[in-house]
């Protein structure tokens, strides 16, 4: 079965600073990967995706990730953080065939400090 | 514009009543797909339909049920079996939902759903 770990429920970075968050993996296939970011009371939007491509993937709002298979890793990072950044980032795993059923990581909420 | 829609955006029920959450997308997206969401735990699959006139259980289906009836539309039930149904509801929709798993879920704006 799949699964996601997400490491750190909470992240605190300050304005300009290093944002990482954190995702592991567990899928007996290649996977595919995907980070969500969700703001308060809203849906989810995504943010990139990893589909066996290149392993460095660039997504939206200078957000990107690289996949790791020795890892099992695809960690989020983006190089200098906005107050806009704040809000709870899923990562997120479905196997390459059959039905898409993505699941989830807990989630990691994202605070930037001024 | 195209997009997902879900209403209401609030919603308030008795307990032992059944109530209805209203889903549609006019994407012309085959898939569908219902979450629930509770603080701390990520998003868990409720149901999800592939094709019209055919939806399968999810992760945790009990207390829930659904209909598939028009392409654009996929409303959840959350009856009165379900024991703890207060929550934040999320639907979502892909383009195809079989062989086709690299494909991104596009999500509505949610119900969020509490139980006096």
């Known amino acids: 079965a799949q699964s996601v770990t997400q490491l750190g429920s909470h992240v605190s970075v300050s304005e300009g600073a290093l944002v990482l968050l954190r995702c592991n993996y567990s899928s007996s296939v290649p996977p595919y990967l995907f980070w969500y970011v969700q703001y308060p009371n809203q849906g989810l939007q995504l943010l990139l995706k990893?589909?066996?491509?290149?392993?460095l993937v660039k997504g939206i709002n200078g957000f990107e990730a690289e996949f790791k298979k020795s890892e099992t890793s695809f960690h989020l990072t983006k190089p200098s953080a906005h107050m806009r950044d704040a809000a709870e980032y899923f990562c997120?795993?479905?196997?390459?065939?059959?039905?898409?059923?993505?699941?989830f990581g807990q989630g990691t909420r994202l605070t930037i400090n001024p | 514009d195209g997009g997902i829609t879900q209403s209401p955006k609030y919603l308030f029920r008795k307990e032992g009543q059944n109530v209805t959450l209203s889903c549609e997308q006019n994407?012309?997206?085959?898939?569908m797909y219902w979450y629930r969401q509770d603080p701390g735990q990520g998003l868990r699959l409720i149901y999800y339909s592939q094709i019209v006139n055919d939806f399968q259980k999810g992760d945790i289906a009990e207390g829930y049920s659904v209909s598939r009836e028009k392409k654009e539309s996929f409303p959840l039930t959350v009856t009165s079996a379900q024991k703890n149904p207060t929550a934040f509801y999320l639907c979502?929709?892909?383009?195809?939902?079989?062989?086709?798993?690299?494909?991104?879920?596009?999500f509505g704006p949610g119900t969020r759903l509490t139980v006096l």
């Open positions: 990893y589909t066996s491509a290149a392993t």
């Open positions: 997120a795993v479905t196997k390459g065939q059959g039905a898409q059923k993505l699941v």
């Open positions: 994407l012309n997206h085959d898939a």
């Open positions: 979502a929709s892909s383009i195809e939902g079989w062989g086709r798993a690299y494909n991104e879920q596009f």
